[in-house]
T-cell receptor, first 114, second 114 residues
Framework: AQSVTQPDIHITVSEGASLELRCNYS??????LFWYVQSPGQGLQLLLK??????LVQGIKGFEAEFKRSQSSFNLRKPSVHWSDAAEYFC????????????FGGGTRLMVKP | DTAVSQTPKYLVTQMGNDKSIKCEQNLGHDTMYWYKQDSKKFLKIMFS???????INETVPNRFSPKSPDKAHLNLHINSLELGDSAVYFC?????????????FGPGTRLTVL
């Protein structure tokens, strides 16, 4: 069965500092990988996705993520965090046939210090 | 224009009642979903539905049932509500079924069962 692990429940960074959120997945074939962001009281918004090709993908709001098959990881990065980035971040894995659903990690709450 | 909308945004009700949450998408997508997000922010897929197939997460009690009057709508009916049903419920849609496509989420419905 597919699964996603986000090892960090909470992360606090200073505004302007760099950020890396970890995501490890378990999937039997080539995965479809996603990062979503959820602001307080809001639904989820897609930041970026990886299906195939270049393993470094660019997303919205200055985020990027790198797919590393050997490590089963898809970590999210941003070089300089803004206060508005404070939110909950979810990694998800899917793929395969139409009957295969998207599985989300437990989320990482990002807090930004001024 | 709101891509995926849900009503109501908040729902407070007594144990044992029957309630419904409505979801509409104007994206022309073929597949819609319902997710449950618990108090710890964990997201669990409940249903995946398109005009051909309903896929049910086997852990979902049969008190929950999706109803789709047309391709743009997927409503969630809950019978005999229990305290443990309190959560935020998200509707989503995608062009590709399963875990292969980007999912667009509604703003969520916060259900509180007293």
């Amino acid at each position: 069965a597919q699964s996603v692990t986000q090892p960090d429940i909470h992360i606090t960074v200073s505004e302007g500092a760099s950020l890396e959120l970890r995501c490890n997945y378990s999937y039997g074939a080539t995965p479809y990988l996603f990062w979503y962001v959820q602001s307080p009281g809001q639904g989820l918004q897609l930041l970026l996705k990886y299906f195939s090709g270049d393993t470094l993908v660019q997303g919205i709001k200055g985020f990027e993520a790198e797919f590393k098959r050997s490590q089963s990881s898809f970590n999210l990065r941003k070089p300089s965090v803004h206060w508005s980035d404070a939110a909950e971040y979810f990694c998800a894995v899917g793929g395969g046939n139409a009957g295969n659903m998207l599985t989300f990690g437990g989320g990482t709450r990002l807090m930004v210090k001024p | 224009d709101t891509a995926v909308s849900q009503t109501p945004k908040y729902l407070v009700t007594q144990m044992g009642n029957d309630k419904s949450i409505k979801c509409e998408q104007n994206l022309g997508h073929d597949t819609m979903y319902w997710y449950k997000q618990d108090s710890k922010k964990f997201l669990k897929i409940m249903f995946s539905y398109n005009n051909k197939e309903l896929i049910i997460n086997e852990t979902v009690p049969n008190r929950f049932s999706p109803k789709s009057p047309d391709k743009a709508h997927l409503n969630l009916h809950i019978n005999s509500l229990e305290l443990g049903d309190s959560a935020v419920y998200f509707c989503a849609s995608s062009q590709l079924a399963g875990g292969r496509g980007e999912q667009f989420f509604g703003p969520g419905t916060r259900l509180t069962v007293l």
